[in-house]
């Protein structure tokens, strides 16, 4: 499966955190990452991660378009929540094109938790369907 993470500033540890807790899992997966998140990710795990662009210089966008592409099957993304970050229109798209292409989405802990033991039961093998080019379908 193709995995997009995104972690806003204030939730990178977390989601560091997170990818050490779950590195088993991720590991049998191809990852993406917006830049510093990805770099934040592989010193902590040494996980292998395709780093795009920094969210500010339009990793967001790129994920958004992989997104419309049918090249992502699931997006981790921790968000600021403040209440300064609530206009975010690049998220808003982001997230408005995973409801459209009907990709699984992880804004929170709670919720990547629940998706990534769902991904190792095989519940989201229905994305094989859906994304046959993804390199993992190729194999």
Same mark, same amino acid.
């Given at each position: 499966m193709e995995i997009a993470i995104i972690a806003h500033d204030l939730k990178k540890e977390l989601m560091a955190q997170f990818c050490i807790a779950y590195?088993?899992?991720?590991?049998?997966?191809? !990852?993406?990452?917006?830049?510093? *998140?990805?770099?934040?990710?592989?010193?902590?795990?040494?996980?292998?991660?395709?780093?795009?662009?920094?969210?500010?210089?339009?990793?967001?966008?790129?994920?958004?378009? =992989?997104?419309?592409?049918?090249?992502?099957?699931?997006? !981790?993304?921790? =968000?600021? *929540? =403040?209440? *300064?970050?609530?206009?975010? *229109?690049?998220?808003?798209?982001?997230? =408005?094109m995973c409801d459209l292409y009907n990709i699984p989405v992880a804004t929170n802990i709670a919720t990547a938790e629940v998706i990534i033991t769902a991904l190792d039961r095989g519940d989201l093998d229905w994305r094989e369907l859906v994304n046959p080019r993804s390199e993992i379908n190729k194999k």
């Open positions: 590195c088993g899992i991720l590991s049998k997966h191809n !990852l993406c990452a917006t830049a510093l *998140t990805a770099k934040y990710i592989s010193e902590a795990t040494g996980l292998k991660i395709n780093k795009l662009m920094s969210g500010k210089q339009g990793g967001e966008q790129q994920v958004a378009s =992989r997104v419309a592409y049918n090249e992502i099957d699931v997006l !981790l993304y921790f =968000r600021d *929540t =403040r209440a *300064t970050n609530i206009n975010n *229109t690049v998220e808003h798209e982001l997230l =408005r």
